[in-house]
């Protein structure tokens, strides 16, 4: 398995898998894994990233998503980690909880 350390990746799609990343910044990229197959992301930094799943990791997302379904997952490029915090937010203060 690669080791990748101290690197910053901007505006790249970049494939996790069969990779660990130890103090790194990912800024504005998508990180796609296919397998699922990844080693440890330690210490890094994620900043207006997208998830992209490909199969069998979005099957394992959506496995986990049927028993947690409150659980917010960036799949797909479709949300940044950040609009669904903010979608979760205007959620709960619409509900009064906040």
């Given at each position: 398995?690669?080791?990748?350390?101290?690197?910053?990746?901007?505006?790249?799609?970049?494939?996790?898998?069969?990779?660990?990343?130890?103090?790194?910044?990912?800024?504005?990229?998508?990180?796609?894994?296919?397998?699922?197959?990844?080693?440890?992301?330690?210490?890094?930094?994620?900043?207006?990233c997208k998830l992209s799943l490909g199969d069998p990791a979005k099957r394992i997302a959506e496995l986990i998503r049927m028993f947690y379904p409150d659980m917010p997952f960036w799949m797909e490029g479709k949300e940044t980690k950040e609009q669904v915090l903010q979608r979760m937010k205007k959620r709960l203060q619409k509900e009064g909880v906040i």
């Open positions: 398995m690669e080791k990748i350390m101290g690197r910053t990746f901007r505006n790249k799609t970049v494939n996790i898998d069969f990779s660990e990343y130890e103090k790194c910044s990912f800024i504005n990229c998508f990180i796609h894994t296919d397998s699922g197959q990844f080693g440890k992301i330690v210490n890094c930094d994620f900043s207006d």
